[in-house]
Nanobody
């Protein structure tokens, strides 16, 4: 099973930017479709963005479309989430997810906190 560690979260003012990083170990990242999810206080975890195993296809939640960009570097076993024009409603714990491209159980990281002040 792949192990995932997120980093790059922090406190930023509205309109600012952050780049989250998800570092994978234990497996080859190119075997997985990768995604970012988030969970705000008192709310369920929600989908943010996903990129397929090769990086050719991406998909975003409507709330982040045009502001966030997901990308991956399989050679570095790393996935990124570039977040621009951040809003207070983007405040949440952000989780990295690895979903095996050929099926099987997915893996989660421990999360990184993003706080956007108004």
């Amino acid at each position: 099973q792949v192990q995932l560690v997120e980093s790059g979260g922090g406190l930023v003012q509205a309109g600012g930017s952050l780049r989250l990083t998800c570092a994978a170990s234990g497996r080859t990242l190119s075997d997985y479709d990768m995604g970012w999810y988030r969970q705000a206080p008192g709310k369920e975890r929600e989908f943010v963005a996903t990129v397929n195993w090769s990086g050719d296809n991406t998909y975003y939640a409507g709330s982040v479309q045009g502001r966030f960009t997901i990308s991956r570097d399989n050679a570095k076993n790393t996935v990124y989430l570039q977040m621009n024009s951040l809003k207070p409603e983007d405040t949440a714990i952000y989780y990295c997810n690895a979903d095996p491209a050929r099926g099987g159980l997915s893996s989660w990281g421990q999360g990184t906190q993003v706080t956007v002040s108004s």
